[in-house]
């Protein structure tokens, strides 16, 4: 697997910067990346568009055997991530050092 593309959420993902996120999420999808790490340390705001297009993303990458991995989840953007169930279905780690390493399957 090639190195990943990273994508720093800024600080505050509302409806002005959702599409930002989309278009760079959807770049990544379309360039055939497998692994995309969405780097969320300074980020304290995802409203539920963005979470949208993080999952849509996912979904995407999931269906041809990549992978979408968050760093840095801390605080609301945690539980926001929580409440619609998001956490459960993504990869999750403390740095995009630790994001940036593709999962081993058993």
Not at 82 to 103: C, F, I, K, N, R
Request: hydrophobic share 40%.
């Amino acid at each position: 697997m090639a190195n990943p593309t990273v994508i720093h959420a800024c600080p505050v993902v509302n409806q002005n910067e959702c599409k930002d996120l989309k278009d760079e999420l959807d770049g990544a999808v379309d360039s055939g990346q497998q692994l995309i790490v969405v780097d969320c340390a300074e980020c304290r705001y995802l409203n539920s568009m963005a979470i949208s297009e993080i999952m849509s993303a996912h979904v995407r990458l999931s269906a041809r055997g990549g992978r979408l991995h968050l760093s840095g989840v801390s605080g609301f953007v945690r539980q926001c991530l929580d409440s619609v169930g998001a956490l459960s279905m993504l990869h999750v780690y403390e740095t995009v050092q630790d994001a940036s390493v593709p999962e081993q399957e058993p």
